[in-house]
């Protein structure tokens, strides 16, 4: 039996408390027709033109996202500019969207343990502590190898693990760090914690998006830094969020857009 809208709304919200969000960030429905019962369901990393023609394709009830399509607060809507455009297709076609951002990111059963899980990694809290003093509560996070490995085997364990078939790297050829142990990790854009990482005790920072000058701050700390980009971890949540949504209603059709938009090509 399908589950209505309002109904999804706070079964999420239960596992990922909108309270646990960022003061910038706006997680939680962005479009919701709450009595409407929900059958198919998209989930993306981002809520795209792309994505939006599938779900429509698929004649989708509501697509759920890890960025949310809006951030700011909406006053005005042009309908020929590019969100406009999008926001009459939604309502044309009776869709609604949601995300699950940072949210997401900072309670237990979210990101951070996704992405520990796919390094095997063991005792991790998290790297940056939130306020609300909850179980998890945190943005990314540190951990253990269960046993030490070598730099060049855990980047091939790093590049299996998130299935990337490249990923950049800094002080590879740092010789005081033989083995690898501790792991500092942030899915999305985390480099400005490169000094928390390397006060943590880690031997390695995982994140994406990562500057020029994020990258001189781990050289100067003698820290091997890994960009596995913005999407290359976050993108746990796909297969995530539709396990979650298919325990909560076997019969939900879910469909998953796996692939990233934004992707630098590198020519
Ligand atoms: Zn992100």
Redesign the pocket.
């Known amino acids: 039996m399908s589950i209505t809208l309002e109904k999804w709304i706070e079964f999420f919200e239960e596992l990922f408390p909108t309270i646990m969000e960022e003061s910038w960030d706006n997680s939680g429905y962005q479009i919701m027709n709450p009595t409407k019962k929900v059958q198919q369901v998209m989930i993306a990393m981002d809520l795209t033109d792309r994505v939006l023609e599938e779900a429509i394709h698929l004649k989708a009830d509501l697509i759920v996202t ?2 949310p399509f809006l951030f700011e607060g909406v006053k005005k809507i042009d309908l020929s500019t590019y969100k406009g455009k999008m926001f009459k297709k939604l309502i044309q076609n009776d869709m609604s969207c949601m995300a699950l951002h940072t949210n997401y990111d900072a309670t237990s059963k979210g990101m951070n343990t996704m992405i520990a899980d796919r390094l095997g990694l063991l005792d991790c809290r998290p790297l940056i502590p939130g306020l609300t003093g909850t179980e998890y509560d945190g943005l990314g996070g540190v951990g253990q190898l269960e046993n030490p490995l070598s730099i060049d085997a855990f980047l091939r364990q790093v590049k299996t693990s998130f299935n990337l078939e490249n990923i950049a790297v800094n002080g590879i050829d740092n010789k005081h760090n033989p083995m690898i142990r501790c792991i500092a990790f942030c ?2 854009a985390g480099g400005d914690f490169v000094s928390v990482a390397k006060k943590a005790g880690a031997d390695v920072y995982l994140t994406g998006d990562v500057t020029h000058h994020q990258t001189q701050v781990a050289y100067e700390n003698n820290l091997i830094i890994v960009d596995t980009s ?1 999407y290359g971890m ?1 993108k746990v949540f796909l297969d995530h969020i539709d396990a979650i949504m298919k325990t909560k209603d076997p019969s939900l059709q879910i469909a998953i857009y796996a692939h990233n938009d934004f992707e630098m090509a590198m020519i």
């Open positions: 890890h960025h899915g999305g913005h976050e």
